[in-house]
């Protein structure tokens, strides 16, 4: 079965910096185009970045852009977001996701695209 298991996470000063890693198994990974999300306390979970199946288009949001990467190794089946710069905003738990097409064309960056979820990993930044 798929599963997706996000790691990394964690409390941080404001100004540094986590690496989020999501180990996928139970499907051909290199396969999908995978996304990270985020849902903070009270708000609604939205898109963060997401990377292609060939791992040669990404997209984020416009509020990470230059600060987060996201990158993938189809060697170890992972896909990560390195975030660099954090505020406070940031904290969120942070959930890494499947897309529900193979071989897309166009990275996807809604919710309603992505079919398997992980249990997601707390950050933290503080002040």
């Known amino acids: 079965q798929v599963q997706l298991v996000e790691s990394g996470g964690g409390l941080v000063q404001a100004g540094g910096s986590l690496r989020l890693s999501c180990a996928a198994s139970?499907?051909?990974?290199?396969?999908?185009?995978m996304g990270w999300f985020r849902q903070a306390p009270g708000k609604e979970r939205e898109f963060v970045a997401a990377?292609?199946?060939?791992?040669?288009?990404?997209y984020y949001t416009d509020s990470v852009k230059g600060r987060f990467t996201i990158s993938r190794d189809d060697a170890k089946n992972t896909v990560y977001l390195q975030m660099n710069s954090l505020k406070p905003e940031h904290t969120a738990v942070y959930y890494c996701?499947?897309?529900?097409?193979?071989?897309?064309?166009?990275?996807?960056?809604?919710?309603?695209?992505?079919?398997?979820w992980g249990q997601g990993t707390q950050v933290t930044v503080s002040s």
């Open positions: 996701a499947r897309s529900r097409r193979v071989f897309g064309q166009v990275v996807p960056h809604s919710n309603n695209d992505y079919d398997y």
């Open positions: 139970g499907f051909t990974f290199n396969n999908y185009d």
């Open positions: 990377i292609s199946w060939s791992g040669g288009r990404t």
